[in-house]
């Protein structure tokens, strides 16, 4: 089973609010629609910090393309659309960013391939 998704702050601040009139775990759970685990460690942490803002990070490795990389990738495709994998990396390899594999330059094209949206020629 994966993580549930965060509580929004409405969510958030609706606990908090509900707790602090009285109303019991029970009853905050059954209304906001969440666990009675995250109601008591919402309520806990307004109690011990005074904020609930979620700081759960991102999963998974950085990006070593980043929106910049890929943009330049971009636009060494358009200008010369024949060239190789290998050419395409040995030439974003060249420039001032970190160096990449062949395998990431060509999941990036497809990735960027899978954004740009279909034209229908009927």
């Given at each position: 089973m994966?993580?549930?998704?965060?509580?929004?702050?409405?969510?958030?601040?609706?606990?908090?609010?509900?707790?602090?009139?009285?109303?019991?775990?029970?009853?905050?759970?059954?209304?906001?629609?969440?666990?009675r685990?995250?109601?008591?460690?919402?309520?806990?942490?307004?109690?011990n910090?005074?904020?609930t803002?979620?700081r759960?990070?991102g999963?998974?490795?950085?990006?070593?393309?980043?929106?910049?990389g890929?943009?330049?990738?971009?636009?060494?495709?358009?200008?010369k659309?024949?060239?190789?994998v290998?050419?395409?990396?040995?030439q974003?390899?060249?420039?001032?960013?970190?160096?990449?594999?062949?395998?990431?330059?060509?999941?990036?094209?497809?990735?960027?391939?899978?954004?740009?949206?279909?034209?229908?020629?009927?």
């Amino acid at each position: 089973m994966g993580k549930a998704a965060d509580l929004s702050e409405f969510d958030r601040g609706q606990i908090v609010m509900l707790r602090r009139f009285g109303t019991s775990i029970t009853e905050t759970t059954r209304l906001v629609g969440c666990s009675r685990s995250a109601v008591v460690s919402i309520h806990a942490k307004w109690i011990n910090d005074g904020d609930t803002s979620s700081r759960r990070q991102g999963v998974g490795r950085p990006r070593v393309t980043k929106e910049k990389g890929r943009r330049r990738l971009s636009r060494s495709v358009k200008k010369k659309r024949r060239q190789t994998v290998a050419q395409l990396t040995a030439q974003y390899n060249a420039g001032p960013t970190e160096s990449v594999s062949e395998h990431k330059v060509q999941r990036t094209l497809s990735d960027c391939a899978a954004d740009v949206p279909l034209v229908c020629l009927c």
